[in-house]
């Protein structure tokens, strides 16, 4: 594992010699993987847009004729919440507001009730074998998860931060939906605001990163792996934009 921090941090490095990003050059970077998080992040819940089709939605204005309704308003909210990470740089803090704000951004426009909003009924988690919390402690266990990145989060590599803040928060599975999509976001604010690139998961590779998160309720040494890799293949894509 130090091996494979090594080899972002180097990456890291290389991109940090470029820094800082301005003006049109900055735009450019935000819109692309505004429209690569935002894509990947809904097609591994089963959103049916294709890239392109993400693209056009957020670029153009543009929908997609025959496409569910729904799968517009995801991608719509979640590049609102996208937005909203990068209101998160300055002071390197993630709360729980903030994760209610972007839930709030990303589920508005699917069920405007439960937008921003703790469950209040039992979930079960198709394919896995571990409960997620009870309604009961969800309160609880969100103070405790907040209080974690508050007062531990400078005693991790900044990467292997990211990959447990993901982790713990979508274990305890607050929404009644949106959830992984907002881990996600969590986990690339994160990563953001330390220097890093984000950690994008292509649906190519949701059936690896689903067992993976399974696996990780006993032994999560292969699912911080994962999210490592993942950075590091975001990384060798932003020096093939800057061509460095």
């Known amino acids: 594992m130090t091996e ?16 800082p990003f301005e003006g049109e050059m900055l735009k450019q970077i935000k819109a692309y993987f505004r429209i690569g998080l935002t894509w990947t992040s809904n097609a591994l819940e089963g959103n049916s847009l ?17 496409k569910p309704l729904r799968d517009t308003f995801e991608a719509l909210g979640h590049a609102e919440a996208y937005d909203f990470m990068f209101t998160l740089l300055k002071n390197k803090t993630i709360t729980e507001k903030d994760a209610l704000t ?26 896995s074998k571990y409960p997620v919390c009870d309604v009961e402690q969800i ?5 405790k998860l907040f209080t974690w990145v ?21 274990f305890i599975h607050p929404f009644i939906d ?54 590091l293949e975001t990384s060798k894509d932003m020096m093939r934009l800057l061509s460095i």
Do not use: C
């Open 4 to 19: 494979l921090y090594e080899k972002v941090d180097a990456l890291k490095g290389a991109i940090d010699a470029v820094r």
């Open 50 to 66: 294709t890239e392109v089709e993400t693209k056009v939605l957020l670029e153009d204005g543009l929908t997609v004729g025959g």
């Open 102 to 127: 972007m839930h709030l951004m990303f589920y508005k426009g699917i069920d405007a009730e439960q937008a921003g909003q703790y469950r209040n009924q039992k979930v079960i988690i198709t394919g």
């Open 139 to 143: 309160a609880d266990e969100i103070e």
């Open 150 to 170: 508050s007062e531990d989060r400078d005693r991790w590599h900044p990467v292997e931060f990211a990959a447990q803040l993901h982790k713990r928060f979508v």
């Open 178 to 231: 949106g959830n992984g999509r907002l881990t996600r976001l969590l986990m690339n604010t994160a990563l953001i605001q330390d220097g890093y690139m984000m950690a994008i998961i292509p649906p190519v590779l949701r059936t690896e990163y689903i067992r993976l998160l399974e696996l990780a309720h006993t032994n999560d040494r292969k699912f911080m792996n994962f999210i490592a890799e993942r950075v």
